[in-house]
């Protein structure tokens, strides 16, 4: 069964500081997904990390990807109240347009 | 940048009505999907459509129909809606051809069946 795991699914960051949302999945996958949820909205595109090893970054926001761990990283730098919101990993489904998500992680910053 | 509009935001329904959930998108994306969004869920795809007539279903098919008599409107129906399909339905689009499978979303509408 294929699964995605994100963890922690709640994170309450202090302004300023680092963190690291982790996503874990089952088989192997060389893309993986990361979107934003605000509160009330619906889903943004964030990253898509396309082979083992790729990194990408925006702004304060950066997304790693291990394929041999089946690993993926997304990497808060200084949290600012503006990162609130709910962060959502998803990849492939083998052979497949569909995507499998993970359960969400729900990130308050507070000052 | 790639639209994906539903056709409300907000709908109340009464248990053991028909619902019909619009979905447009204007980027002549082949494939168009339905997700309900549940606290602690995550998204569960619902159904999934690959071209013009043709469907999937999803891993939460039950209670649930669709319909995609053109490319680009995929449409989601609630043959008697119960209380157990009060949730935010999410609607997305993706292109076929590409080496990755990044969906865009539409707005969502929250669905309360009571």
């Known amino acids: 069964e294929l699964k995605v795991e994100q963890n922690p699914l709640f994170l309450s960051m202090q302004e300023g500081k680092n963190y690291t949302i982790y996503c874990n999945y089952s088989t192997t996958s060389d893309r993986l997904y990361w979107y934003r949820q605000d509160p009330g909205k619906s889903l943004e595109s964030l990253f898509v990390?396309?082979?083992?090893?790729a990194v990408k970054q925006e702004g304060r926001l950066m997304a790693s990807l291990d394929t041999k761990a089946r690993l993926s990283t997304l990497h808060i730098t200084a949290a600012v109240h503006d990162l609130s919101a709910t962060y959502f990993c998803a990849r492939d489904r083998p052979n497949d347009y569909k995507l499998s998500f993970g359960a969400g992680t729900t990130v308050t910053v507070r000052a | 940048d790639v639209k994906v509009t539903q056709s409300s935001r907000y709908l109340v329904k009464r248990t053991g009505e028909k619902v019909f959930l619009e979905c447009v998108q204007d980027m002549d994306h082949e494939n168009m999907f339905w997700y309900r969004q549940d606290p602690g869920l995550g998204l569960r795809l619902i159904y999934f459509s690959y071209d013009v007539k043709m469907k999937e279903k999803g891993d939460i098919p039950e209670g649930y129909s669709v319909s995609r008599e053109k490319k680009e409107r995929f449409s989601l129906i609630l043959e008697s809606a119960s209380t157990n399909q009060t949730s935010m339905y999410l609607c997305?689009?993706?292109?076929?051809?590409?080496?990755?499978?990044?969906?865009?979303f539409g707005p969502g509408t929250r669905l309360t069946v009571l």
């Open positions: 997305a689009s993706t292109v076929t051809g590409l080496s990755y499978n990044e969906q865009f």
């Open positions: 990390l396309l082979s083992n090893g």
